[in-house]
């Protein structure tokens, strides 16, 4: 039996176009889900993970597969539609699972021949089966996971040429952000899966550096933290030689032990959301505002450099809160922070966020012609309208604060500081440029979006009074 498993492109995505500057070699990811439920397949299934972002393959020249599993964020749903529809037609089932397809059922189920929504450990051996008997139904629902029981990831099967391999260590967020899917998809309840497992695992890796997927690596409580220790002595004492990186959010800071113990392991970065240049333009988007309200940033960001780790700050653009000069601000407090990386988003409504509720129920999402329009859902387009910010505002604020951010004195300046400190000053340099690389094509890209939106909004103010555009 023959199973094709598929990450789709999104071409619109900057981080698949490798060919176009190669520091965005740095930004490609394995996809883990794939390599997961590889895990999960039995031995008789012959495996061939296809990650589009490394290339899209000759799918026609390729043998013809017994089953075809695609995996899509949002932003993938409709090359994955396009994928199921060329499979289909050659009579191979194909099953979607992944966030789109839970959160947007009603529309997958349309395009293919099942569906598996949640997380898919639980059933997936039972789908490949119904696969082998003839009978795969409809609808699977994964619910949530045993974390204690997910066998490891398949880290043999993809080719080399990844900058990272990736690794999960928990799942679920109690934090509960109303822009973000995690808690929504992986629910609040905080899952640890049992350390002797992790360092199994991580043992397996090819790579030298990995991501470590985790939405919040050390958690929020006083048992999470006590566990993310004890995960880094273990890592500590396996000496796997891998450097790391992590998601986590600004509590990191707050112990020191923890720190020591995360660069014992060899932490050397993390990502960070801060989101809002003032902690008060969080208030009312869910649990992140409490950790970062009252609290010197830059002390904490500080803190974790002083452990020879990077810190790279994640920024939202088109919060209720955010005016005119949002760009300069979010650039200016990224520099006081002393982050060493800047990643900025606009403000995104995703499907089965509450967010999207709100912006659904007060008619503020204009990009809604659904499927096509998902391809826009990278957070690097403003899908949305925006408090108090026009198209034009809100891409000129974009491109502000990038601009500012990584103009070559500040990156120079930046990389000097790393040198001086002796913080990984190369990969600070390789991070920066890759951001910058992309600067240009961004702007090509929002002129080519606005024309789209231009027609959408010339067509929509036939019956409305209120436009998008300026
Ligand atoms: C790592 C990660 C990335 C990485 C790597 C992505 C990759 N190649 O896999 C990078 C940094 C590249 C990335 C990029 C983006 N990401 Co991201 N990412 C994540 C993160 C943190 C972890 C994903 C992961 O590996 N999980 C571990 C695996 C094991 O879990 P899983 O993917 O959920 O898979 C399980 C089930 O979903 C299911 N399943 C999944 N696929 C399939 C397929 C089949 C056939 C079946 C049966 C089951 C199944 O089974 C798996 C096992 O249970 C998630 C948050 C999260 N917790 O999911 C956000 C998340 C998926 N990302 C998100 C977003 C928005 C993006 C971006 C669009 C925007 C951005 N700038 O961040 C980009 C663009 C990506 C693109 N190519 O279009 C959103 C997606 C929301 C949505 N509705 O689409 C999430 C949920 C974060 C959030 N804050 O809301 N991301
Ligand atoms: S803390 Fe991070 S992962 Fe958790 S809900 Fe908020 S944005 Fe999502």
Redesign the pocket.
């Known amino acids: 039996m023959r199973l094709y ?1 598929i ?1 789709p ?2 071409p619109l ?1 900057s ?2 176009k490798v060919k176009e500057s190669r520091w965005n070699r740095y930004r490609v ?6 390599m ?2 590889a895990g999960l397949t039995p031995a008789e299934w012959e495996i061939s993970i296809m990650d589009e ?1 490394l290339g899209v393959p000759d799918y026609a020249a390729l043998p013809r597969p017994d089953l075809v ?3 899509a ?4 749903a409709n090359r994955a539609y396009e994928l199921a529809g060329h499979f289909r037609r050659l009579g191979v089932p194909v ?6 397809a839970t ?1 947007c059922l009603d529309e997958v189920l349309e395009r293919v021949d099942s569906v ?1 929504t ?4 639980g059933v ?1 051996p039972q ?1 490949l089966d119904d696969v082998r008997q003839g009978r795969l139904k409809r609808r699977y629902e ?1 619910g949530f ?1 045993d974390i204690a029981r997910v066998p490891p990831a398949r880290h043999d099967l993809l080719a080399t040429g990844y900058a990272f391999g ?1 690794i ?1 260590t928990t ?1 679920g967020c109690p934090l509960n952000c109303s822009f ?3 808690t929504a ?2 629910g609040a309840h905080y899952r640890q899966r049992p350390i002797p497992d992790v360092v199994r695992e991580f043992q397996s890796i090819p790579e030298k550096r990995v ?1 470590v ?1 985790d ?1 919040n690596l050390i958690g929020i409580r006083p048992e999470h933290i006590a566990r993310a220790k004890d995960l880094f002595r273990a890592l500590a004492r396996a000496n796997l030689r891998k450097e790391w990186i992590a ?1 986590a959010t600004i509590n990191f800071a707050d112990d020191e032990e923890l720190l020591a113990l995360a660069a014992k392991a060899r932490c050397s970065g993390v990502f960070i959301g801060f989101e809002s240049p003032s902690p008060e333009g969080l208030r009312g988007y869910g649990g992140k505002f409490t950790l970062l309200k009252d609290r010197d940033i830059r002390a904490s960001v500080q803190r974790i450099q002083r452990h020879n780790i990077l810190v790279a700050g994640s920024f939202i653009i088109g919060l209720d809160a955010d005016e005119p000069g949002i760009g300069s601000r979010i650039a200016e407090m990224a520099g006081h922070y002393g982050v060493d990386h800047l990643n900025v ?1 606009f403000l995104t409504p ?3 966020t509450r967010l999207w509720d709100q912006m659904k129920s007060q008619g503020r999402i204009p990009l809604n012609v659904f499927p096509q329009d998902w391809k826009y ?4 387009y403003p899908v949305a309208r925006y408090e108090h910010l026009s198209l034009d505002d809100v891409i000129r604020e974009m491109t502000s604060c990038n601009e500012a951010f990584y103009s070559v004195p500040r990156i120079l300046h930046r990389v000097a500081g790393s040198f001086w400190h002796r913080r990984k000053p190369l990969i600070s340099l390789a991070g920066s440029l890759s951001y910058r690389g992309n600067l240009h094509r961004d702007s090509q890209a929002y002129a080519d979006f606005k024309r789209q939106v231009g027609r959408m909004d010339k067509q929509e103010s036939q019956h409305k009074t209120t436009g998008f555009m300026d």
């Open positions: 498993l990450n492109s999104n995505v981080i698949v990811w394995k996809p883990l889900s794939l997961v439920l972002n599993g695609i995996t964020f949002t932003s993938q099953v979607m699972g992944g966030i789109h959160m598996v949640r997380e898919a450990d997936w789908v994964g996971a990736a999960q799942r973000c899917s995690v998809f992986n991501l997927v939405d998601q988003l995703l499907p089965g859902y990278t957070l690097t």
